[in-house]
């Protein structure tokens, strides 16, 4: 069993950059699709971006293409998601999320098995 570890949340002004790290314990990270989901308040959870564990390819919410970019370290165990240019509506609570095997479709949340307790992101105007 994989439990992420989100951390690196915080305060921000619009226009700046933050980076997102998604830290496993239990089985490693390396056989496992990692995606990141946001949800802000009184608005359902969205999918942010993904990354498949066999190529590494990516995939992004249009709504942060261009301005976000999700990787993996397997060395450390890790995954990330830099953020760049932030608005104010990229204010939310980010999810790291993994599941092993992708049976929906990586925009969906139904596909992942694994969870974190999330991080806090705010973005000011």
């Known amino acids: 069993q994989v439990q992420p570890v989100e951390s690196g949340g915080g305060l921000v002004q619009a226009g700046g950059s933050l980076r997102l790290s998604c830290a496993g314990s239990?089985?490693?990270?390396?056989?496992?699709?990692m995606a990141w989901f946001r949800q802000a308040p009184g608005k359902e959870r969205e999918f942010v971006a993904a990354?498949?564990?066999?190529?590494?390819?990516?995939y992004y919410a249009d709504s942060v293409k261009g301005r976000f970019t999700i990787s993996r370290d397997n060395a450390k165990n890790t995954v990330y998601l830099q953020m760049i240019s932030l608005k104010p509506e990229d204010t939310a609570v980010y999810y790291c999320?993994?599941?092993?095997?992708?049976?929906?479709?990586?925009?969906?949340?139904?596909?992942?098995?694994?969870w974190g307790q999330g991080a806090q992101v705010t973005v000011s105007s």
């Open positions: 990354i498949s564990w066999s190529d590494d390819t990516t």
């Open positions: 239990g089985r490693t990270f390396s056989n496992y699709a």
């Open positions: 999320a993994a599941a092993r095997f992708i049976r929906s479709g990586y925009y969906y949340s139904r596909s992942y098995n694994y």
